[in-house]
C-alpha cells in the first residue's frame, strides 16, 4: 500500500506542475508539449511537438502545402501567447505573418460546421455510389478515417481567411531575413566550415534565447513561456548551399553542423522549432540521411500537383500524401508509433486536415480496367491497412 500511495502521490504531483501556456505534458513521459497547430498532426507525432525539439519537414515541390504548416505553426504561436522567431531568405517573415489563418476561437458551432464542410463532398459522393456497391459491403463497419485525440489541444483555423493584425502584435515577433543579415554583395560566403548565413542565424537564435529569457541554465524570474522557431526551405540555394547542385557538394557538413549546434540551442532552452527543407532538390541522399538523423520528428509531404498519382482512383478524395519518417524517443525506450503509415492530407473549403488512407472498394461496373490496374499497384503501396494484408504476386480482391 506504501508503494502505491507513493505512485499515486507522484502521479498527482505532477499533474499539478505548472506548465507554460499553450503546453500541456505528455501522458506517455511526461513531456512538454505543443500544438503544432493542427490537431491531426498533433496526434500522428505523439500528441503534440516536445518543447526543446525540432521538427523537419521535407517540402512538397510546390511548397504549398509544407509553408502552409508552417503558418499553422506561427498562428498557433500567436494564440496561445507564445513568442515567435521566423526565419527566411526568400520572403520576408513580415509577408508570412500577413497570410497567416483566422483561428476559430472557442466557436464550437464554426468548428463543427468547418469540420462538416470538409465532410460533404464524402457523404455527397457514398450516397451516389451506394447503390452500385455490391450489397455484401453496405453492412461493414465504415473506416475511421479521422486522426484526433479524446481531448482538445490546440486549436482550429479558417484557411479562407487571414488572422487580423490586432492579433498578429499581441505578440512578440523576431524574424531573420537572410538578405538584410547578409547582403548579396557580402564577399564573406562562408565561416569556416559552416555557412555564414547559418552562422548569423545560429547568433540570432542564441541572443534571443538568452535576452528574453528563455534559456532553462538561468533561473525564471517571471511567467514561463515559450519560443516557436519556424525556418522555412533551409538548404535550398538562396542560403547559399550546394548540396543541390552536384552528388558531391563542396560543403555537405554544413547544414548537418547547423541542425547540430541547433538541437544544443534546443535542449536547453524553452523553444520549439519547425524547418522545412526541400529534400527532392538533393540529389546525394546521405546527406538526407545526416539531416534526418540529427532531427527529432520528421514527415514528409508529397503533393498531387505534379505526381501522377493524382489520376489515380484511390487519391481522388486527396490532395497528397503524408510519410512519417521517424519520430523521437522522449524518456522512454520506444516511441510512440502511429497506429497506420498509410497517411493522407486534403484542404477542403476551410480546414487542413490528415486522415487514414483506405482502399476503396472496386467492384463497380463503372470502373475501367485501367482504373482497376492502378488500385492493384496502390495496394502494394500501403504497408497496412486494407492491402497489408497482401502477400507474394496476389493482390486483395475487393
Known sequence: MAARAGTSFQRRARSQRATAPGTRPSLRNGQLLLSTGVPSLDYIIGGGLAVGTLLLVEEDKYESYSRMLLKYFVAEGIVCGHSLFIASARDHPEDLLQELPAPLLDDVIEINEAIKGTEDNTATTASQNSMTIAWRYQNLPKIQTALASSS??????????????ELQHSVKCHSF?????????????????????????????????????????CPQTKQRNILRIGIHSLGSLLWGEDIGLSENPEHAYSLTKFLYVLRGLLRTSLSACIITVPAYLTQNKAIIGRVVKLSDTVIGLESFNVSERASNPLYKDYHGLLHVRQIPQLNS????????????????????????LHLPPDLSDTVSRSSKQDLAESAKLLSTGCGGAARGKKHLDF
Open 177 to 217: 531575413f537572410l538578405p538584410d543579415e547578409v547582403p548579396l554583395d557580402s564577399t564573406v560566403t562562408e565561416f569556416g566550415d559552416m555557412n555564414f548565413g547559418y552562422v548569423k542565424l545560429l547568433r540570432s537564435i542564441q541572443r534571443v534565447i538568452r535576452k528574453e529569457g528563455f534559456d532553462g541554465a
Open 333 to 356: 525506450l520506444i516511441c510512440d508509433v502511429p497506429d497506420t503509415k498509410d497517411l493522407a492530407f486534403k484542404l477542403k473549403r476551410k480546414l487542413f486536415t490528415i486522415e487514414r
Open 152 to 165: 482538445r489541444f490546440g486549436h482550429y483555423y479558417d484557411v479562407s481567411k487571414t488572422m487580423s493584425t
